[in-house]
């Protein structure tokens, strides 16, 4: 089945380190997204790449870090220059950047920084 | 700029009560509009989709959606809810696949 993997589910670090969140698809989407949810806030984008080795900031770019050197992956890193990194994350795809394309998404990854 | 509005936070319904959960848009040309769902702890599922013609769009799970641009609104229906509608629904606009507004979610209550 195709579809978009988040990997960890759930993950927990501490204060000032660094961590990378996992995102794969194997719908051989060109466009690979990263959203941060936060209670009360809906999704707001962070990064998007339409193809591989390019990607642009979203609305809430600082304090994390993304790479495109496949198609099928898009690993998301949270710095600790991120002020506020506690939150739900999650992963999207769509064919293309343009067009008549809806976003697809991925399960998720839960990020709890002690 | 393109932002989306969804009026009402919270919705408790019994269950095989209708539904309807509203949407209002601000863009400045006929834009591209979705409903997800999302369950607690998942990812988000595309609902419906409007890119341009019949402005009543049928989804998944029997949801259907009008688009009235005199209103700016783009509101989910369903005749008649089940216990398993219970979910969080988000409503988005964008002029393309990549540059979408999300509403900020209608959490679904459903009574038995």
């Known amino acids: 089945d195709g579809g978009i993997t988040q990997s960890p589910k759930y993950l927990f670090r501490k204060e000032g380190q660094n961590v990378t969140l996992s995102c794969e698809q194997n719908?051989?989407?060109?466009?690979m997204y990263w959203y941060r949810q936060d209670p009360g806030q809906g999704l707001r984008l962070i990064y998007y790449?339409?193809?591989?080795?390019?990607?642009q900031k979203g609305d809430i770019a600082e304090g994390y870090s993304v790479s495109r050197e496949k198609k099928e992956s898009f690993p998301l890193t949270v710095t600790s220059a991120q002020k506020n990194p506690t939150a739900f994350y999650l992963c999207?795809?769509?064919?293309?950047?343009?067009?008549?394309?809806?976003?697809?998404f991925g399960p998720g990854t839960r990020l709890t920084v002690l | 700029a393109q932002s989306v509005t969804q009026p009402d936070i919270h919705i408790t319904v019994s269950e095989g009560a209708s539904l309807e959960l509203r949407c209002n848009y601000s863009?400045?040309?006929?834009?591209?509009l979705f409903w997800y769902v999302q369950s607690p702890g998942q990812g988000l599922q595309l609902l419906l989709k409007?890119?341009?013609?019949?402005?009543l769009v049928q989804g998944i799970k029997g949801f259907e959606a009008e688009f009235k641009r005199s209103q700016s609104s783009f509101n989910l229906r369903k005749p008649s809810v089940h216990w398993s509608d219970a979910a969080e629904y988000f409503c988005?606009?964008?002029?393309?696949?990549?540059?979408?507004?999300f509403g900020t979610g209608t959490r679904l209550q459903v009574t038995l």
């Open positions: 409007y890119f341009s013609g019949d402005t």
């Open positions: 999207a795809s769509s064919i293309r950047r343009e067009g008549r394309n809806e976003q697809f």
């Open positions: 988005a606009v964008g002029a393309t696949a990549s540059k979408l507004t």
């Open positions: 863009y400045g040309a006929t834009p591209y």
């Open positions: 719908l051989n989407h060109d466009a």
């Open positions: 790449s339409q193809i591989v080795n390019d990607f």
